[in-house]
């Protein structure tokens, strides 16, 4: 049914869209302040909160892992700042630029858009990315504006089908048409450009590994279960999170995600659920607390009787990272506890993919439908 | 426009499609042989053609990289290579059962379909998948199949959108109407699943770089010069290289590849080209001779007005790698040893990302547009 309803993208009134004319004002202040700054002859100055682990904490009631008030001012007369305070001026007239024009760009051709040598030296404006960065970090938390609101992106991954139609830059999709290929999630996933415009799913269904993904698009999982069936091709990018936590709060719908019985496993479900230490003023915007935790668990290899095939022993690396991840205060649930130390109990983790030792559906014909008819999950 | 024509995917008449037909068949010549010499009491033996350098060159004739005639028997009765026989015999048996069933996995979960632990014994069938990959593709050579035709396959990667309609599994896709996100390539893109319905483009672009094709994508690039356009995200995927191949042979248009200016860019271009050492025997299924290097060349520097901030030092490693990639047979050529010459001259590489340095739109309505009117390309 997709089909085109305008041949735009970003139509020229876009910098007229509110959340576009907000992030606008935002930056416009940055620079107003700190001009005025400068007419009184004084020193201008812009406060960013501390991005560091003091100044992030775990919020027990909306249970996503949040940065605290502590700032930090990066002042001009100040030969260890003046660097930082004229690069965060050009990444900020950048993404005015940007949102001017109705365009994105990835974080990488940002650096190769500032960069250049000042005139008369040999300074660059950037190094090199190392120095960009950072400094599109500070610029989000100093003018309260995700990336993705400054028209910039990281690389995108992942991919999604099912039960939803949606319109992305105009054109009508409709996720259950696919193919076997899916729809590739986009990096910038705000309201302005895709919007959902129906669906008749009754859950969410996200899978790490993308074989998993392709066996049960293969199997049409998704029809034969009316979802919506995702995958974020390993930690999942930010473009994902974004969607998820839309299809969350809009759709309203449970959302199962279904990820290796392994540290690496649970620091990805962890992200999606309440957020990275290190992203911790995006929170708020990308964090789904109501996800839920399918598996794979570790009682899984009892339940569903599986064998040392489907086994891989532990490395020193993976029980330092268990035990790490079991002392987070998220995880501290009784049943996370057991869950964790039946992981490290058993001294082997599984690979969704080990599920094939079984069968070749047993993962769409067996494991995940008797997993969600016993509500047998974590939250 | 993209209407469900039907909601099956491998449809269980699948088994007696021509092609599954004829991999089924190799399969069980292969195995018949091995029985009857059984029978005979005699040593069964396999002939499977060596996969090493010695036995791998460039066809002039073609422009593609061959695998050669020299083989090498694999018995059964001999210590060092009954292992290897029998798990030659154990992947063929789960890619027959594969066909039989229409369904396809991962090298990874055919690793984990065949791994299990030999009776009365502590004796694995394969130990890990540095085990099982080898054997996959012995079998693709002395089966004479492409793993896809074994129902198997390696990670997917890689999106397409533009002036092209296509079939797959049953659904109507006009990649016209993707919005910003694209269509993901699969892994599999062979003619039973996937068919070209409809195409009024005039060439193929393909560029490695995913923010590259998201620039073009937002610029409705395709649109305006009616093409398809494609990103390999890196180093091309399987599934990329095929339908890249089956586009160049079906809807015969011409295929330009936009890279980096580097020699990671040259070899990506160059195993879309002419094929790899290391998957020789693959060459005649997945190279694709007629494309053309669009870019980025290093004579672009001077012809476009960079700058240095456009410009990243080579390092050691880049160095050795250009003079290699120079001495390859198929970059024989004036004009390609001028080209690599050039870049070492320099000293320095250039990402195709480097050009919004100019400004953030200028590869789409300057860079691109002005070699393919000077007809500004390599072959």
């Known amino acids: 049914m997709a089909s085109r309803k305008s041949s735009q993208f970003l139509s020229s009134s876009a910098v007229k869209q509110t959340r576009d004319q907000l992030t606008l004002n935002k930056l416009e202040q940055l620079a107003t302040s700190a001009y005025r700054t400068v007419l009184k002859g004084a020193n201008p100055s812009i406060m960013i909160r501390q991005r560091t682990l003091s100044n992030v904490s775990f919020n027990e009631k909306r249970k996503i892992i949040e940065l605290g008030k502590k700032s ?14 004229m690069q965060t001026f050009l990444i900020a007239s950048g993404c005015k630029t940007l949102i001017e024009e109705g365009k994105t760009i990835s974080i990488r051709q940002m650096f190769y858009m500032m960069k250049h040598t000042l005139h008369n030296s040999n300074e660059n404006t950037f190094e090199d990315q190392a120095e960009s960065d950072p400094i599109i970090e ?9 990336r993705e ?48 415009v129906k669906s008749d799913a009754q859950f969410i269904l996200l899978v790490e590994k993308q074989a998993i993904f392709h066996r049960l698009n293969e199997d049409r999982f998704w029809q034969r279960h009316r ?19 839309r299809m969350d709060q809009e759709l309203k719908l449970p959302i199962y995600v279904l990820v290796d019985n392994d540290p690496w496993g649970l620091y990805i479900y962890s992200v999606l659920k309440q957020g990275s230490i290190n992203l911790a003023y995006e929170s708020m915007r990308m964090a789904v607390p109501s996800i839920r935790f399918l598996g794979m668990s570790a009682f899984d290899y009892e339940k569903f009787n599986l064998t040392p095939a489907a086994t891989i022993k532990l490395t020193k690396e993976d ?7 079991k002392a987070y205060p998220w995880f501290r649930d009784k049943k996370w506890q057991e ?22 559906s047993f993962v769409t014909e067996e494991y995940i439908p008797k997993k969600l008819r016993d509500k047998d999950y974590l939250t």
């Open 339 to 360: 869950e964790i130390d039946a992981l490290l109990r058993h001294q082997f983790k599984m690979e969704v993919d080990a599920l094939l030792t079984k069968s070749i």
């Open 138 to 146: 500070d610029l989000e938390v100093c003018a309260d504006a995700l």
């Open 227 to 245: 979802c919506i069936l995702m995958t974020s091709e390993g930690q999942a990018a930010r473009g994902a999170r974004r969607l998820l936590q």
């Open 72 to 85: 930090q001012s990066r002042d001009f007369f100040n030969t260890s700042m003046a660097r930082k305070f």
């Open 149 to 196: 609101e400054l028209h910039l992106f990281a690389n995108r991954r992942g991919l999604v089908v099912g039960k939803l139609v949606v319109r992305d830059a105009g054109d009508e999709i409709d996720l259950a048409c696919m193919g076997r290929g899916g729809w590739g999630i986009p990096s910038i996933c705000e309201d302005e450009n895709l919007q959902f």
């Open 319 to 325: 029980i330092a990272r268990a035990q790490q991840i």
